[in-house]
């Protein structure tokens, strides 16, 4: 029964992930993990599949305060 409860509190992490990195992504917004850009979708699951580290995000704004980029580092949950 865990094994389900796991997969679908994953799942919907995903769904979550996937639906904000995706507005981000249509206002302009450039997605990088580990200096490399990403997809919207493909960031959704490396964030809900990551075991034993996760991925911080780094919000970068422009000179007037405008949100222009998130960059995703790995780092150790251990």
Do not use: W
């Not at 094994?3 to 992930?17: F, I, P, S, T, W």
């Not at 200096?35 to 995000?57: D, N, Q």
Request: proline letters at 5%.
């Amino acid at each position: 029964m865990k094994d389900l409860l796991d997969d679908y509190v994953r799942e919907h992490q995903q769904e979550e992930a996937a639906t904000y990195l995706d507005r981000l992504s249509r206002e302009g917004v450039r997605i990088f993990v580990e200096g490399y850009p990403v997809p919207p979708a493909l960031m959704a699951r490396m964030i809900s599949v990551s075991e034993g580290f996760c991925y911080m995000p780094d919000f970068v704004d422009n000179d007037r305060g405008k949100l222009v980029e998130v960059r995703f580092n790995r780092v150790s949950l251990n």
